[in-house]
């Protein structure tokens, strides 16, 4: 038997649809609110000089270590 000829599989080829429901809808929504601060910092955070980056980097680091993990405590700032 011979493999098929590549025009036979192009032919074959169904067209792509949108399945009827989406997929995951049962996922549950993430509905925690963001920190308006946090976000301003994230979006300035490429146009800020290096020496402003550094010094909340150093600020965030004196409160978690170097790591940045927090410890579990929740009144360290």
Do not use: F
Request: glycine fraction near 10%; hydrophobic fraction near 35%; aromatic fraction near 4%.
């Amino acid at each position: 038997m011979n493999p098929p000829l590549i025009r036979d599989k192009i032919n074959n080829i169904k067209p792509l649809r949108l399945p009827e429901t989406p997929p995951a809808h049962y996922l549950p929504t993430d509905t925690r609110q963001s920190d308006p601060d946090l976000a301003i910092v994230v979006e300035s955070w490429g146009g800020l000089p290096a020496a402003i980056r550094a010094g909340i980097v150093a600020m965030v680091r004196s409160v978690y270590g170097e790591g940045g993990v927090r410890d579990g405590s929740p009144d360290r700032l």
